[in-house]
């Protein structure tokens, strides 16, 4: 459009065919930086809309969420979550696998501080051979050290808490049913993510402060946040009806 302008100024083209020609080329400056916003969707030649450089940036998909904020993070990882009625408040049931792999370098300490192994690299092999020590190492590891557990979108300090780790089978997170109205989460396929604390001091106040036994209240209102609902008071109701 730019070059066939500059060609037709050149030429010396009618005052019209000039203005028409630079309302094509500003059309086309329109559509490149956000296509749509003026109406017409430009299209290529298979009928798809030409994606913009705002379309680009914006969105989940886009530049700044998906290249910028959306990194890879060590020592953390991601499922979905079943109901855990058996857990306690402050507990999350977490697959022995996933456990495996979120706490090996502290697995492979053990293995070396025991005696079980001589070197880092030897510990790593059991490690990955699974040796039955190792299931008895994971289960002192995850008592010193709780786990985050965040549900996006986080909106608010309620949808990341600290859970004492309860090793379990399969391969789905297991949650307290009263902790889901803090997180905004139900169990219809909704995920979860895992983290690790690594620091003492982060070990620290993820115990004093991130654990779900004290963040019972609503940040915002003061309001009880762990509240029953759903299946909870179906079944309470069912357990003291008079028959």
Known sequence: ????????????????????????????VDALIDNGRR???VTSGNNHALKSLAAMLAGKQGRFRQNLLGKRVDYSGRSVIVVGPELKLHQCGLPRHVALELFKPFV???????????SVKVARRQ???????????????????????NRAPTLH??????????????DAFQLHPLVCAAFNADFDGDQMAV????????????????LSIYNTLQPSSGKLAAVPSLDMVLGCYYLTIIK
């Open 1 to 28: 459009r730019n070059n066939r302008l500059r060609r037709l100024i050149g030429l010396g083209a009618p005052e019209a065919i000039i203005r028409n020609e630079k309302r094509m080329l500003q059309e086309a």
């Open 39 to 41: 109406g017409r969707v």
């Open 108 to 118: 492979m300490h053990k293995l070396i501080e025991n005696g079980y192994a001589n």
């Open 127 to 149: 490690v990955e051979r699974v040796r039955p020590e190792v299931w008895d190492l994971l289960s002192e590891v995850v008592k010193e050290r709780p786990v985050l557990l």
């Open 157 to 170: 300090r309620l949808s990341i808490q600290a859970f004492e780790p309860v090793l379990i089978d399969g």
């Open 195 to 210: 983290h690790v604390p690594l620091s003492r001091a982060a070990v620290k106040e993820a115990r004093e402060h991130m």
